[in-house]
Protein backbone atom coordinates (compact mmCIF):
# COMPACT_ATOMS: atom_id res chain seq x y z
CA UNK A 1 0.00 0.00 0.00
CA UNK A 2 2.61 2.45 0.97
CA UNK A 3 4.28 4.00 -2.25
CA UNK A 4 3.62 7.41 -4.36
CA UNK A 5 4.86 9.45 -1.05
CA UNK A 6 4.50 7.44 2.00
CA UNK A 7 6.56 5.24 3.05
CA UNK A 8 6.27 2.86 5.59
CA UNK A 9 8.46 -0.15 7.22
CA UNK A 10 6.46 -2.55 8.75
CA UNK A 11 7.81 -5.62 10.68
CA UNK A 12 7.95 -8.70 8.78
CA UNK A 13 9.84 -11.07 10.42
CA UNK A 14 7.37 -13.57 11.47
CA UNK A 15 4.45 -13.07 8.44
CA UNK A 16 1.76 -14.53 10.19
CA UNK A 17 -0.05 -13.59 13.47
CA UNK A 18 0.45 -16.59 15.57
CA UNK A 19 -2.95 -16.12 17.37
CA UNK A 20 -4.71 -16.63 13.95
CA UNK A 21 -2.51 -19.45 13.08
CA UNK A 22 -3.30 -21.29 16.71
CA UNK A 23 -7.07 -20.47 16.03
CA UNK A 24 -6.77 -22.07 12.80
CA UNK A 25 -4.74 -24.88 14.11
CA UNK A 26 -7.75 -26.08 16.70
CA UNK A 27 -10.13 -25.34 14.48
CA UNK A 28 -8.53 -28.06 12.01
CA UNK A 29 -7.68 -30.36 14.98
CA UNK A 30 -11.67 -30.10 15.56
CA UNK A 31 -12.88 -31.51 12.31
CA UNK A 32 -10.37 -34.48 12.45
CA UNK A 33 -8.19 -33.30 9.98
CA UNK A 34 -4.09 -33.72 10.07
CA UNK A 35 -2.54 -30.36 11.02
CA UNK A 36 1.12 -29.36 11.08
CA UNK A 37 1.50 -26.36 12.36
CA UNK A 38 4.79 -24.00 11.72
CA UNK A 39 6.89 -24.57 8.66
CA UNK A 40 8.74 -22.56 5.83
CA UNK A 41 6.46 -21.29 3.05
CA UNK A 42 8.34 -20.39 -0.40
CA UNK A 43 6.55 -17.92 -3.05
CA UNK A 44 7.47 -19.01 -6.58
CA UNK A 45 6.00 -17.16 -9.76
CA UNK A 46 3.42 -19.24 -11.32
CA UNK A 47 1.35 -20.75 -12.84
CA UNK A 48 4.68 -22.48 -14.08
CA UNK A 49 5.35 -25.94 -11.89
CA UNK A 50 8.61 -26.32 -10.41
CA UNK A 51 11.62 -28.40 -12.24
CA UNK A 52 13.24 -30.87 -10.71
CA UNK A 53 16.35 -29.12 -9.77
CA UNK A 54 14.28 -26.43 -8.09
CA UNK A 55 12.44 -28.56 -6.65
CA UNK A 56 15.23 -30.24 -5.04
CA UNK A 57 17.20 -27.29 -3.96
CA UNK A 58 13.91 -25.90 -2.53
CA UNK A 59 13.98 -29.09 -0.10
CA UNK A 60 17.65 -28.53 1.03
CA UNK A 61 16.82 -25.27 1.82
CA UNK A 62 14.25 -26.37 4.38
CA UNK A 63 11.19 -25.54 2.26
CA UNK A 64 7.81 -27.33 3.58
CA UNK A 65 5.38 -25.75 0.97
CA UNK A 66 5.49 -23.73 -2.38
CA UNK A 67 2.79 -21.94 -3.73
CA UNK A 68 2.13 -18.98 -6.01
CA UNK A 69 0.22 -16.81 -3.65
CA UNK A 70 0.52 -16.05 0.21
CA UNK A 71 3.58 -13.96 0.54
CA UNK A 72 1.26 -10.55 -1.32
CA UNK A 73 -1.57 -11.10 1.01
CA UNK A 74 0.71 -11.71 3.76
CA UNK A 75 2.63 -8.52 3.31
CA UNK A 76 -0.65 -6.25 2.65
CA UNK A 77 -2.23 -7.51 5.64
CA UNK A 78 0.38 -6.44 8.09
CA UNK A 79 0.18 -3.34 6.03
CA UNK A 80 -3.17 -2.97 6.92
CA UNK A 81 -2.53 -3.90 10.53
CA UNK A 82 -4.65 -7.37 9.60
CA UNK A 83 -4.27 -10.65 11.25
CA UNK A 84 -3.05 -13.19 8.53
CA UNK A 85 -2.40 -16.86 8.79
CA UNK A 86 -2.00 -19.56 6.58
CA UNK A 87 -4.42 -22.43 5.76
CA UNK A 88 -2.21 -24.56 3.62
CA UNK A 89 -4.23 -27.79 2.35
CA UNK A 90 -1.47 -29.53 0.07
CA UNK A 91 -2.22 -30.54 -3.48
CA UNK A 92 0.92 -32.85 -4.83
CA UNK A 93 4.76 -33.52 -3.89
CA UNK A 94 6.05 -31.13 -6.69
CA UNK A 95 8.39 -33.27 -8.75
CA UNK A 96 11.02 -34.31 -6.11
CA UNK A 97 8.84 -36.90 -5.04
CA UNK A 98 10.14 -40.11 -7.22
CA UNK A 99 7.57 -42.35 -6.11
CA UNK A 100 4.78 -39.96 -6.71
CA UNK A 101 3.47 -38.97 -10.04
CA UNK A 102 4.54 -36.00 -11.93
CA UNK A 103 2.53 -33.09 -11.24
CA UNK A 104 -0.03 -32.57 -13.90
CA UNK A 105 -2.71 -29.75 -13.35
CA UNK A 106 -5.89 -32.17 -13.50
CA UNK A 107 -4.71 -34.24 -10.12
CA UNK A 108 -4.18 -30.45 -8.26
CA UNK A 109 -7.59 -29.49 -9.65
CA UNK A 110 -9.57 -33.09 -8.25
CA UNK A 111 -7.31 -32.68 -4.81
CA UNK A 112 -7.95 -28.58 -4.66
CA UNK A 113 -11.78 -29.29 -5.26
CA UNK A 114 -11.46 -31.76 -2.18
CA UNK A 115 -9.85 -29.58 -0.14
CA UNK A 116 -12.47 -26.78 -0.79
CA UNK A 117 -15.12 -28.74 1.67
CA UNK A 118 -12.45 -29.16 4.35
CA UNK A 119 -11.31 -26.07 4.15
CA UNK A 120 -14.66 -24.35 4.39
CA UNK A 121 -15.12 -26.56 7.65
CA UNK A 122 -11.81 -25.60 9.41
CA UNK A 123 -13.10 -21.97 8.66
CA UNK A 124 -16.56 -22.08 10.39
CA UNK A 125 -15.17 -24.02 12.94
CA UNK A 126 -12.16 -21.35 13.31
CA UNK A 127 -14.24 -18.48 12.78
CA UNK A 128 -15.89 -19.02 16.54
CA UNK A 129 -12.12 -19.22 18.32
CA UNK A 130 -11.06 -16.12 16.30
CA UNK A 131 -13.87 -14.23 18.14
CA UNK A 132 -11.61 -13.53 21.03
CA UNK A 133 -10.33 -10.16 21.37
CA UNK A 134 -7.11 -9.78 19.86
CA UNK A 135 -3.95 -9.93 22.08
CA UNK A 136 -1.42 -10.23 19.29
CA UNK A 137 0.74 -6.74 17.72
CA UNK A 138 -1.09 -7.00 14.45
CA UNK A 139 -3.41 -4.20 15.08
CA UNK A 140 -0.62 -2.13 16.17
CA UNK A 141 1.85 -3.16 12.74
CA UNK A 142 1.70 0.94 11.80
CA UNK A 143 2.27 1.88 14.93
CA UNK A 144 5.74 3.17 14.51
CA UNK A 145 6.15 2.05 10.78
CA UNK A 146 5.54 5.55 8.80
CA UNK A 147 8.90 7.10 7.66
CA UNK A 148 7.19 10.09 5.90
CA UNK A 149 6.72 12.78 7.92
CA UNK A 150 3.02 14.08 8.04
CA UNK A 151 3.36 17.21 6.42
CA UNK A 152 5.53 15.88 3.69
CA UNK A 153 2.73 13.00 2.58
CA UNK A 154 1.12 13.97 -0.60
CA UNK A 155 -2.46 14.62 0.11
CA UNK A 156 -3.90 12.59 -2.62
CA UNK A 157 -1.95 9.43 -0.82
CA UNK A 158 -3.26 10.45 2.39
CA UNK A 159 -6.53 10.57 0.60
CA UNK A 160 -6.05 7.18 -0.75
CA UNK A 161 -4.96 5.36 2.96
CA UNK A 162 -7.51 6.96 4.79
CA UNK A 163 -8.94 3.67 5.98
CA UNK A 164 -5.51 2.42 6.78
CA UNK A 165 -3.81 5.49 8.38
CA UNK A 166 -6.15 7.13 10.69
CA UNK A 167 -4.80 10.11 12.43
CA UNK A 168 -1.49 8.63 12.02
CA UNK A 169 -0.40 11.28 9.18
CA UNK A 170 -2.57 14.62 10.96
Known amino acids: FFEQGIVAHVAFGDP ?5 RQALQEAGQAV ?7 GTYLCI ?7 KGESRLYR ?4 DVIGMT ?9 EAELCYATMALVTDYDCWHESEAAVTVEAILMTLHKN ?18 RTCACGQALQNAIVTAPDKAPSRTKKRLALLLGRRLE
Open 45 to 51: EGPQFST
Open 32 to 38: GTAVRSG
Open 116 to 133: VALAKRIIRAAVSVAKQP
Open 16 to 20: TCSSL
Open 70 to 78: NLPEAKLAR
Open 60 to 63: QWGV
